[in-house]
């Protein structure tokens, strides 16, 4: 068996000309996996060259650029549903408004999301936002920042309630601006138990859940084992900016971290360990006040 010790590399470091080594024994995982990823001057090295997991031979920076312009996925085959790039007229509201009202709300009306709403919150959430040339190959930039561009998640919206789409479990297709349906159906009053065990009947009456995985490789081909790291960070970026987006359009929502990992996966198709969930955003329209003026 495996000892936390034998797992725990410790690196000298320099700090005023004294050699300096970690004293404190990590006693758990998740602090030996933050030790061993901890980032030393020996690993600096300029930005284009990819800092590879050990055991993987030198990537040449062209092969490198080519990966990273197909930093997406496509499901090839499947009906797909073009999503509006044309933006009504935004609803006036400050950034620094909409920030302070933003709240997660587990309370959802039986009115649809709008399809546009929805096109708005995902194209903004994660969606193309620029595009750069690298060694003759299109990189396209998004709605997040994210560790060397190569924006490691994906999105998969289960739709219950949404204007003019049939309900199913889709992907969002970035490159395309499209949602490709993988199952058409209703699930979520079968499935979402899966999204949070317990205190979770709220969110059976969601318009839409949408599950975020990461493709842990997309970024570990870059930054090895400290990319982990990227991939959690780009998942705070993604969730505040749906966040901010359901706020902005008047709708409720609520990131959920809770989920039974491995039956999402299953539902969702994925295998988990290359491709796994991280969380899931419910959103819906918020129940509005009814005022009775009637005589
Ligand atoms: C990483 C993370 C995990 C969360 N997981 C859940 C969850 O599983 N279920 C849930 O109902 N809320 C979840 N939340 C929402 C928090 O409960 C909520 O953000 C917190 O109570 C603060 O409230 P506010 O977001 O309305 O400001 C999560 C939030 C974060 C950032």
Known sequence: MITLKELYKPRVYQIDGKLKISSTLPDNLSEIYHENTKMHASDVRPWLVP????????????????????????????????????????????LWDIIASRRCKRDYSDSPIRIQDLSRILRYGYG???????????????????????????????????????????????????LE????????????????????????????????????KRNQLKYGDRGYRGVLLDAGHLSQNILLGC????????????????????????????????FAISIGSPYIEKTNNAK
């Open 128 to 178: 193309k936002t620029g595009r750069f040339c690298a060694d003759g190959n299109e990189v396209c930039l998004r709605a997040v920042p994210s560790a060397g561009a190569l924006y490691p998640l994906d999105i998969y919206p289960l739709l219950e309630n949404v204007s003019d789409i049939d309900n199913g479990l889709y992907h969002y297709n970035i490159e395309d601006n499209e």
């Open 247 to 278: 706020t902005a359009l008047g709708y409720s929502a609520c990131i959920i971290v809770a989920c039974l990992d491995d039956p999402v996966n299953d539902f969702l198709n994925i295998d988990g360990v290359e491709e796994s969930i991280l």
């Open 181 to 216: 349906r993988l199952r058409p159906g209703s699930f979520l009053k079968k499935i979402y138990q899966l999204v949070q065990p317990s205190n979770n009947e709220w969110i059976a009456s969601a318009g839409a859940v949408l599950f975020i995985t990461a493709t842990f």
């Open 51 to 94: 800092l590879l997991p050990s055991g993987l031979s030198a990537m040449p920076v062209r092969t490198f650029f080519q990966r990273s312009a197909r930093s997406y996925k496509k499901y090839q085959g499947y009906p797909a549903v073009k999503l509006e790039t044309a933006d009504e007229p935004a609803t006036p509201g400050s």
